[in-house]
């Protein structure tokens, strides 16, 4: 339509919206919508676009003319870039034998280096351009020939690197069988989504093209995928055209990389991301500058078991030990199924439960400093030494789990006097209405709002909150 608007050519109207008709002038080019109808279109006239493209498909059927068919297209793989950066194509053009494959003695065909590679009005290839590395003699006849100045497309590149990687120090093969075989397919693979439509669909047409040559012992390179979510800034995908990228340099600088780091892990699920905001930065900070004090009271603190070994201090109060034990459960599970934001959260509650009971212990701490190793490394290593060791924390054994102390014993019930939080009471676990509504009773916090009323009614929730109505 555009085209044929700016070169004055008739255009036909077969499709008209509410209100048109078959002579109303195009204004626009009209979508196959529900409401648009055809016109211009003799026996089709008036049926809607979908039921009339139907109706047209299957008079041709019958007429033998056409049949209407589902077409799924992969596009085409673009192999070849007119750019610098890139493996150029390893071929030789002859006048008088056309295309040489450059020798196999003569590989890898290596990149020029060249002083300025950017891509000028010319439209001379930047290869092109170095005519020491463009001029060659013909590997087949000697005479001048020139090189090819195309270079591979990154996805073919990152088809198979994964391929490489174990295999690196190798200059005679691609890859190593015995190395391949011990080391791959890949476990996980983590990218984002257009990983999985370009990347990750190119790199299985190559596996399973080598698996059928019988170079790979397997067809699928990646035995799991996880796309993460979108991190977005007020609200919208960060891009230059909206001015909302954030730098992290300058993030790094005010708060250093690990507190960058935590936040972003702390923004949301994984796979879902998060909306970046420069005020929340400053609620991990605050954390790690806790678990600073923690660890430099610990570390003056009675001597307790290494991060291998569950720690029991009798100083530590039984509901720290309790929180500790289910933190380190958590933890590792989280961090196996990616889910950072919540094994953040529960290290967080720990600390609060650590200074509330002020449970100071060595043990704890060199636990904890190893559970935060994978999210803020270096704070990681600057604690681990304050604890007095002299080799790095990612040497550290990962802490474990008593199940004796997964369940707890005692709960810790919040008291409230007609819905205003007042005090809280610790009660076994399992204790019913009657056993907290006593221990309420008898908190001494809550008597003072309690002097001289009744209490005409409880609202209890079990194990959480107490809600003493009174009047």
Not at 261 to 281: K, S, T
Not at 368 to 393: D, I, K, N, Q, Y
Not at 433 to 452: H, K, M, N, S, Y
Request: aromatic share 10%; glycine share 10%; with cysteine.
């Amino acid at each position: 339509f555009e085209f044929a608007s700016a070169f004055g050519l008739p255009v036909v109207r077969v499709l008209a919206a509410e209100g048109e008709d078959a002579g109303t002038p195009l204004e626009e080019a009209l979508e196959a919508t529900d409401d648009a109808r055809l016109v211009n279109s003799g026996q089709f006239d008036g049926m809607n676009a979908d039921e009339g493209g139907r109706a047209i498909t299957a008079g041709l059927a019958e007429r033998g003319g056409g049949r209407a068919t589902v077409q799924y297209r992969l596009y085409d793989w673009c192999i070849s870039r007119q750019r610098y950066w890139g493996p150029p194509i390893p071929i030789i053009y002859c006048e008088a034998c056309g295309p040489v494959p450059v020798p196999e003695e003569d590989l890898p065909v290596l990149l020029p280096p060249l002083a300025d590679f950017r891509p000028d009005d010319s439209g001379v290839s930047p290869l092109a351009r170095d005519a020491a590395w463009y001029h060659v003699p013909c590997p087949a006849c000697g005479r001048p020939a020139r090189r090819e100045t195309d270079v591979s497309d990154t996805f073919l590149d990152s088809a198979w690197y994964y391929l490489r990687y174990p295999s690196t120090e190798f200059d005679d093969r691609p890859f190593d069988p015995a190395r391949t075989r011990r080391w791959l397919p890949v476990a996980s693979y983590i990218g984002g989504n257009e990983h999985a439509v370009l990347h990750l669909l190119y790199s299985r047409f190559l596996a399973m093209v080598l698996q059928e040559l019988g170079h790979l012992h397997f067809e699928e390179p990646f035995a799991r995928f996880r796309a993460h979510g979108l991190i977005v800034k007020d609200g919208a995908k960060m891009s230059k055209s909206r001015g909302n990228v954030v730098i992290p340099d300058e993030y790094i600088a005010q708060w250093g990389a690990d507190t960058f780091r935590m936040y972003l892990m702390f923004l949301g699920p994984f796979e879902e991301g998060g909306d970046f905001r420069d005020a929340g930065i400053s609620g991990p900070r605050r954390f790690l500058d806790r678990v600073w004090d923690y660890v430099g009271q610990a570390a003056g603190g009675p001597a307790g078991p290494g991060a291998s070994a569950a720690p029991a201090e009798p100083i530590v109060a039984r509901e720290a030990l309790v929180k500790y034990h289910q933190t380190v459960k958590k933890v590792t599970g989280d961090l196996e199924s990616l889910n950072y934001n919540t094994a953040i959260a529960a290290m967080m509650e720990l600390l609060n439960t650590l200074r509330e009971h002020e449970a100071v212990s060595l043990g704890v701490a060199e636990g904890l400093v190893v559970m935060l190793a994978p999210f803020a490394p270096h704070f990681a290593e600057e604690c681990w030494e304050r604890l007095g060791h002299a080799t790095s924390v990612m040497d550290a054994a990962w802490p474990g789990w008593d199940e004796q102390f997964l369940v707890q014993d005692r709960v810790e019930v919040v008291v409230q006097v007609n819905g205003k939080t007042r005090s809280r009471v610790t009660v076994p676990a399992g204790a019913d209405e009657e056993a907290v509504g006593r221990a309420a009773l008898a908190d001494e916090a809550t008597r003072r709002f309690l002097d001289g009323k009744t209490v005409r009614k409880r609202i209890y929730v079990p194990g959480r909150l107490i809600n003493l109505v009174v009047g």
